[in-house]
């Protein structure tokens, strides 16, 4: 094509965009005047970009009548290349878009995209050409990739795509009701495909919500690199001047309005533009009510508004977010206001100089550090410091830790009893000034150099509240509260069910009742017993303190939602899911509410994590379990054991839904922090180091997974049956083994892993059933089909005694049970 008509094409393409499509092809019949070439070219690449997610094969494509599909395949060959066309996935201007399957060889599903007939214009051509060329030399966990692409038996060029499932950056953090913290964890994994992208020489250029999927397990994949533009090799290797126009003005930097030198520059403008969308909830230059002219011209003039400025009554954005419009206002303002804003700058020169200085900034913000988007000023540097280290500047009596740390717990929660009745703040001052008494006869020096054991301070304070207070039963009941729950933290459930079953006599005794004292008491008592399994007998008190807890205290009052957290844990460990569904789906509104970034969030955003991986939804799970990585890095700092918790609990549940390669990459993450915090011995991360095995299995490379579960065994050796982890790990080793064809070593592993767990969790557990399916599955492998079909429909008995027939256990089953049917 003649260069100078292509730069018309683009020229007229871009400003066509920015009017209003009822108004377009009037414009565009006036532009072009007498040329007919010009005009339709121009109306091929505006019908391409009506559906902007179909350029690279992904799911976000423009609706087509159903009954047009018998049309559409009737007009594609039975097979492309390598591919098997199958179902029709979406139409858009210039091309069609089906499933396809890899004829021979290994199974492989693509998104295919194949150009129409009577659509193959030179521009559309060269179009697909750059985006073939460019997508072919980038190969990165964020970015769509392109698997094959060539020309059909009749001519048509055609890519095949990696199958891509998910929807828009912003629908998914609204629908999963994400908070900032987790926002800034996907814009950074954006941020990684759009680094990587520069680095070899690609500059994206259309960045905004709709290029960006995220996939249910919570991945981030770049799309749309159909206007990309590979920069220059020569000297001036970063920069790459251009008319073209195919892209979104809102998004849009102002050097691309002015149609001057593009940089990377665009792109950190472009990620701040959607970073302002995710956190606001709107665009950086607002369009509503305006004309794209106007749009233009604003964003040339302008600069936008701080994050923080544009949020301030917002009810529906702050809720979205999980908390409210003043406490977003606070959360946004300072750090955040100024990294968004200098990543919008007009002036390119400044902005952020690449891509990855925005991220640094970023990760310096989540980590307390100070960011390099503020002045610096050593009043800034010094809260920064003192917001990472918090819990040192709080703790100053490091030799009695634990009880210092509990009676802390204990404080906490009279103070927040103060605003109360008269009565409860003169029960505040008893409690208090009897848990000062133990921690001063618990001190050294007073005991004159003999080192008091918690235990015996614990002890001792037992035996005293019965005769110092003992014509003050409420006072007794909070303090006999209190001690059991140490004593649950200590392991001892004897101690701490004797002091709880008091507390819980004597606050029923209250006369007149006091339901908050009540309500403790029942909570840890129904605690202790789900914690040690007497599931039955915890359920009663359980499902009593909840009902007090609604007929007498307030949402936001942090009592009610630890009974109804307590409530939703021991319907899990009963495996009944119904019920806990929506007391965890109520806690966590009541936590983003009342409760946004705090200690409190974190640990209930990671037991909700916990409680739907369990149920099967693994893309909620791994949703909630990064909100609670990047939650806990920004209060405790990215060196902690809560940190190393949820960094193995994304591999956990990354190898669950299948996706190996990032459970083990998570894990080997958990694994550095286990290591330096736990030591290598701690069960902790042994039982991250047996995840990163079985992720390692599930890819195949069993040459790396036999020493980590060797190590695991070898580190449980003489544990007991009562270890669950070296059950699993025996499993594990099963699944290794088969994978080499040993299958009466397979057996014979899954067998002694399926003791354990009977011996260990109850003959009817999960484990057990996990167990016996991995025997079966060895049993099939050595030709046994009767006993192999036997154990899956054992094992599949055993799941359903717990969880529903739809649940990802028992559908795995199904499968292989149907597999092995009739053989």
């Given at each position: 094509?003649?260069?100078?008509?292509?730069?018309?094409?683009?020229?007229?393409?871009?400003?066509?965009l920015?009017?209003?499509?009822?108004e377009?092809?009037?414009?565009?019949?006036?532009?072009?005047?007498?040329?007919?070439?010009?005009?339709?070219?121009?109306v091929?690449?505006?019908?391409a970009?009506?559906?902007?997610?179909?350029?690279l094969?992904?799911?976000?494509?423009?609706?087509?009548?159903?009954?047009?599909?018998?049309?559409l395949?009737a007009?594609?060959?039975?097979t492309?290349?390598?591919?098997?066309?199958?179902?029709?996935?979406?139409?858009?201007?210039?091309?069609?878009v089906?499933?396809?399957?890899?004829?021979?060889?290994?199974?492989?599903t693509?998104?295919l995209?194949l150009?129409?007939?009577?659509?193959?214009?030179?521009?559309?051509?060269?179009?697909?050409?750059?985006?073939?060329?460019?997508?072919?030399?980038?190969?990165?966990?964020?970015?769509?990739?392109?698997?094959?692409?060539?020309?059909?038996?009749d001519g048509?060029?055609?890519?095949?795509?990696?199958?891509v499932?998910?929807?828009?950056?912003?629908?998914?953090?609204?629908?999963?009701?994400?908070?900032?913290?987790a926002?800034?964890?996907?814009?950074?994994?954006?941020?990684?495909?759009?680094?990587f992208?520069?680095?070899?020489?690609?500059?994206?250029?259309?960045?905004?919500p709709?290029?960006?999927l995220v996939t249910?397990?919570?991945?981030?994949?770049?799309?749309?690199?159909?206007?990309?533009?590979?920069?220059?090799?020569?000297?001036?290797?970063?920069?790459?001047?251009?008319?073209?126009?195919?892209?979104?003005p809102?998004?849009?930097?102002?050097?691309?309005?002015?149609?001057?030198?593009?940089?990377?520059?665009?792109?950190?403008?472009?990620?701040?533009?959607?970073?302002?969308?995710?956190?606001t909830?709107?665009?950086?230059?607002?369009?509503?009510?305006?004309?794209?002219?106007?749009?233009?011209?604003?964003?040339?003039?302008?600069?936008?508004?701080?994050?923080?400025?544009v949020?301030?009554r917002?009810?529906?954005?702050?809720a979205?977010?999980?908390?409210?419009p003043g406490?977003?206002?606070?959360?946004?303002?300072?750090?955040?206001?100024?990294i968004?804003?200098?990543?919008?700058?007009?002036?390119?020169?400044?902005?952020?100089?690449?891509?990855?200085?925005?991220l640094?900034?970023?990760?310096?913000?989540?980590?307390?550090?100070?960011?390099?988007?503020?002045?610096?000023?050593?009043?800034?540097?010094?809260r920064?410091?003192?917001?990472?280290?918090?819990?040192?500047?709080?703790?100053?009596?490091?030799?009695?830790?634990v009880?210092?740390?509990?009676?802390?717990?204990?404080?906490?929660?009279?103070?927040?009893?103060?605003?109360?009745?008269e009565?409860?703040?003169?029960?505040?001052?008893?409690v208090?000034?009897?848990?000062?008494?133990?921690?001063?006869?618990?001190?050294p020096?007073?005991?004159?150099?003999?080192t008091?054991?918690?235990y015996?301070?614990?002890?001792?304070?037992?035996?005293?509240?019965?005769?110092?207070?003992?014509?003050?039963?409420?006072?007794q009941?909070?303090?006999?509260?209190?001690i059991g729950?140490?004593?649950?933290?200590?392991?001892?459930?004897?101690?701490?069910?004797?002091?709880?079953g008091?507390a819980?006599?004597?606050?029923?005794?209250?006369?007149?009742?006091?339901?908050?004292?009540?309500?403790?008491?029942?909570?840890?008592?129904?605690?202790?017993?789900?914690?040690?399994r007497?599931?039955?007998?915890?359920l009663?008190?359980?499902?009593e303190?909840?009902?007090?807890?609604?007929?007498?205290?307030?949402?936001?009052?942090?009592?009610?939602?630890?009974?109804?957290?307590?409530?939703?844990?021991?319907?899990?460990?009963?495996?009944?899911?119904?019920?806990?569904?929506?007391?965890?789906d109520?806690?966590?509104?009541?936590?983003?509410r009342?409760?946004?970034?705090?200690?409190?969030?974190?640990?209930?955003?990671?037991?909700?994590?916990?409680?739907?991986?369990?149920?099967?939804?693994h893309?909620?799970?791994?949703?909630?379990?990064?909100?609670?990585?990047?939650?806990?890095i920004?209060?405790?700092?990215a060196?902690?054991?809560?940190?190393?918790?949820?960094l193995?609990?994304?591999?956990?549940?990354s190898?669950?839904?299948?996706?190996?390669?990032d459970?083990?990459?998570?894990?080997?993450?958990a694994?550095?922090?286990?290591?330096?915090?736990?030591?290598?011995?701690?069960?902790?991360?042994?039982?991250?180091?047996?995840?990163?095995?079985?992720?390692?299995?599930?890819?195949?490379?069993?040459?790396?997974?036999?020493?980590?579960?060797?190590?695991?065994?070898?580190?449980?050796?003489?544990s007991g049956?009562?270890?669950?982890?070296?059950?699993?790990?025996?499993?594990?080793?099963?699944?290794a083994?088969?994978?080499?064809?040993?299958?009466?070593?397979?057996?014979?592993?899954?067998?002694e892993?399926?003791?354990?767990?009977?011996?260990?969790?109850?003959?009817?557990?999960?484990?057990?059933?996990?167990a016996?399916?991995?025997?079966?599955?060895?049993?099939?492998g050595?030709?046994?089909?009767?006993?192999?079909?036997?154990l899956?429909?054992?094992?599949?008995?055993?799941?359903?005694?717990?969880?529903?027939?739809?649940?990802?256990?028992?559908?795995?089953?199904?499968?292989?049970l149907g597999?092995?049917?009739?053989?």
């Open positions: 094509m003649d260069p100078a008509l292509w730069t018309r094409i683009e020229t007229f393409f871009g400003q066509a920015d009017r209003p499509a009822e377009r092809t009037a414009w565009l019949r006036h532009a072009c005047g007498d040329d007919p070439v010009l005009y339709r070219e121009v091929s690449l505006l019908d970009d009506a559906a902007p997610a179909e350029l094969g992904g799911l976000a494509f423009e609706a087509f009548d159903p009954g047009d599909v018998d049309r395949l007009t594609v060959p039975e492309v290349g390598p591919w098997r066309v199958g179902d029709v996935l979406g139409v858009g201007g210039m091309g069609t089906y499933r396809a399957e890899r004829r021979e060889g290994f199974a492989q693509v998104a995209k150009v129409k007939r009577g659509m193959d214009t030179d521009a559309v051509l060269a179009r697909f050409r750059s985006e073939r060329q460019i997508l072919a030399s980038l190969e990165h966990p964020g970015i769509a990739r392109l698997v094959d692409g060539g020309l059909a038996d048509r060029p055609y890519l095949a795509m990696e199958y499932e998910g929807e828009p950056i912003t629908d998914y953090c609204d629908r999963h009701g994400l908070g900032i913290s926002r800034l964890g996907l814009v950074a994994e954006v941020g990684e495909a759009v680094a992208a520069h680095q070899n020489l690609v500059v994206h250029r259309d960045l905004k709709s290029n960006v249910p397990e919570g991945r981030v994949k770049l799309l749309d690199f159909g206007i990309a533009k590979v920069l220059a090799d020569d000297a001036d290797a970063l920069h790459t001047r251009t008319g073209q126009r195919a892209f979104t809102s998004y849009a930097a102002p050097e691309q309005l002015r149609g001057g030198r593009i940089t990377t520059a665009a792109d950190v403008y472009g990620l701040g533009a959607v970073l302002y969308r995710l956190l909830g709107i665009r950086p230059v607002p369009t509503e009510g305006r004309s794209p002219a106007e749009v233009e011209l604003a964003i040339l003039a302008d600069d936008p508004a701080p994050p923080s400025t949020v301030r917002s009810e529906e954005v702050a979205a977010r999980g908390t409210t406490r977003l206002q606070k959360r946004l303002r300072g750090d955040l206001d100024q968004v804003l200098r990543a919008l700058r007009r002036d390119p020169a400044d902005r952020y100089e690449t891509v990855r200085d925005l640094d900034d970023l990760r310096r913000h989540r980590e307390g550090l100070p960011v390099a988007a503020r002045a610096g000023t050593r009043g800034y540097r010094l920064r410091f003192a917001g990472r280290h918090r819990g040192a500047l709080a703790g100053t009596a490091a030799a009695l830790a009880i210092v740390g509990v009676s802390a717990v204990a404080f906490a929660r009279v103070a927040a009893e103060r605003d109360r009745a009565t409860e703040a003169e029960t505040a001052r008893e208090a000034g009897f848990l000062g008494s133990v921690l001063e006869e618990a001190n020096a007073r005991a004159l150099g003999d008091i054991s918690v015996a301070a614990l002890d001792s304070a037992a035996l005293r509240l019965r005769t110092d207070l003992a014509d003050q039963p409420a006072v009941a909070r303090l006999l509260t209190t729950d140490i004593y649950l933290g200590l392991n001892n459930p004897e101690a701490a069910e004797a002091a709880l008091e819980v006599r004597l606050a029923r005794s209250l006369r007149p009742p006091d339901p908050a004292i009540e309500i403790a008491a029942l909570t840890t008592l129904g605690a202790t017993r789900d914690v040690y007497r599931l039955d007998d915890a009663p008190l359980l499902l303190a909840a009902a007090l807890a609604r007929d007498h205290l307030d949402p936001s009052d942090p009592l009610y939602a630890r009974a109804i957290e307590r409530l939703a844990e021991v319907h899990r460990n009963r495996t009944e899911y119904a019920l806990a569904e929506p007391l965890y109520e806690l966590l509104t009541l936590q983003r009342y409760r946004a970034g705090t200690p409190e969030l974190a640990t209930t955003t990671n037991n909700h994590a916990l409680f739907v991986a369990e149920s099967g939804d893309a909620r799970a791994l949703a909630l379990h990064r909100e609670t990585l990047a939650l806990r920004e209060l405790l700092g060196f902690h054991p809560s940190v190393a918790n949820s193995a609990n994304l591999a956990h549940v190898e669950a839904s299948g996706a190996y390669a459970a083990v990459r998570w894990g080997w993450r694994d550095s922090l286990n290591q330096a915090i736990h030591g290598p011995e701690h069960q902790r991360t042994l039982r991250n180091r047996r995840t990163i095995a079985e992720a390692l299995v599930g890819l195949g490379d069993v040459d790396r997974a036999e020493p980590l579960i060797q190590e695991v065994l070898d580190a449980t050796e003489g049956s009562g270890n669950t982890n070296r059950a699993r790990t025996l499993v594990i080793q099963s699944q083994l088969q994978a080499r064809g040993l299958w009466a070593e397979a057996e014979a592993s899954a067998i892993g399926g003791r354990i767990y009977a011996a260990a969790a109850g003959p009817e557990s999960f484990g057990v059933a996990r016996l399916a991995t025997q079966g599955q060895a049993a099939l050595r030709g046994d089909t009767a006993r192999g079909r036997a899956l429909n054992q094992a599949r008995d055993l799941y359903l005694a717990g969880v529903s027939a739809d649940h990802f256990h028992v559908r795995a089953l199904d499968t292989l597999q092995t049917e009739g053989r």
